[in-house]
């Protein structure tokens, strides 16, 4: 059985311009939101979109298993501010209003139609020190809009484990054996701010194998406030004994290590170590696709491939983000697996085969309707 | 009627926009309240430890912070380096971000500069939550037992 995503032509006519607004400054992005605005109100014409990456002449599917939603009034002042510097100050109140255009389940899947993805992974997050909250309830109801498409994975708040723990394990539970399209867990150490070693977590694990619901976790650090940046946070290596000790669950190392804080590959060799030892551990290379990473994409994918862990990543962007972010992810790190000399097949693998694999569902290929 | 009017139309239309909703952001922020605080104490580790040396890294959080669903314990307002022993340190405290106040530390008995590595863990911590807080002076005392903790493993107390 394969699994085909008919594309309703829905590419954003708007994203690759406003994405050009968007790195030419704060002041074209205040522009670009008043021409958002005004194409959503005008429902301006719709282009067909061709699904998938074109690479030497095959058009391979995409997933993007790493997609953030949310509301305003959830996040933290913290990281509203640091959301709102892209914007001119006199421009900053109009935030709230924007927020839904960028990271609904419906921006989400313009953004996913505007690129080409097939379907996207859509997390949950309970960070309060960092970015905020974006609830399993909120995520299921956004999945809800295309399930075909769009799937979940559940988190839980950690933040008070001394005091709420077993709460928060059986919420997470019924979450994840709930209506609610959740295909995953998500956890963020670094946000979260709890240490990889400490084993009054590894409940969560048990419960993921248990449920043969994959961890997303993310790894390496943040340029967000209120993140952690210490080795304890950060680096998967403070993980191993827990992958040792729940070989039925398996390990997602988002950002495959990165350290997106000092823009370096500071814990990514710790990670595909692990890839590379464990067979319930794979990678994730979200935002090194980013313009921010550019200094250290090739240097990642050739460390992938020369370790022979390609098999064993699933992409993911870490969007949306701003708009176009999605797209011009993917394609940065389409070429960087190319000048990597990565196969075709090796690329279909990583962007979408090992998910299918991993996750247990269909493998996804391309179709186009009108 | 004036042609070059109408051919400025659309930039004019900009101009009002841009004016009309560009005015309610002008007006300064103000400052978020400081209240300036010096914490004195002592940092004290298990009898026999061998602490020549040892530099001890110690973060204040507030206790609490934000309302509602944001509501957490354990905000971090900043940290410092000090020695085993007494310390005294001066530091701002952000009135508006939260309330309470925790000192954790951590002393660095291996010397690596990271508290716990997978192949050394004896680096130990402790916590300590300033009970006479608000104050512009406050002393605690800080207990460093447990190995390779974070102030999460402290706080909240497992009895609140």
Redesign the interface.
Known sequence: MLHTVNFQAGSDPMSKRAEATASGGPRRFAFLLLVLAAALLAGCGRAPVQPGVLVDGQRLAVVDMHLHTGTWEAMTPRFQERLAERVPRAFRWVMPYVTPYLLSGKAILRQLNNAGVSAGGVFALYSPHSTGMASNELVAAEVALDPQRLFGFASLRVDQWSTQGPEQLAALEAALKGPGNFIGVKMAHAHQQIRFDDERYYPIYEIAGRLKKPVYLHTGTSPNPGTRTEPPYADPAYLEVAIRNYPDTIFILGHTGYDSFAKALTFTDSAIRLAATYPNVYLEPGALGAKRADNVRLDFVQRVKAAGVISKMIYGSDGPQTPGYVKSHLERFVAGMQEAGYTVDEMRAVLSGNFSRVFGLPPFTVGVSG | MNISALTNAPATL?AT?VVV??????SPEPAAPKRSVEISGEIRLPAGTEVSGNKVYVSLFHAWA?QG????????IESFETAPGSFVHQFEYPEADGEGLIAFAWVDLDGDG?????TSRIDLSGLTEVASFPADRVSVNIDLTEA??????F????S?
């Open positions: 900009l926009l909703l560009g005015t309610p952001g002008c934000l669903e944001l509501r957490h314990p354990l905000q971090l990271v508290d716990c590595t997978m390779c903790r974070g102030p999460d493993w706080y909240p107390p497992r609140r």
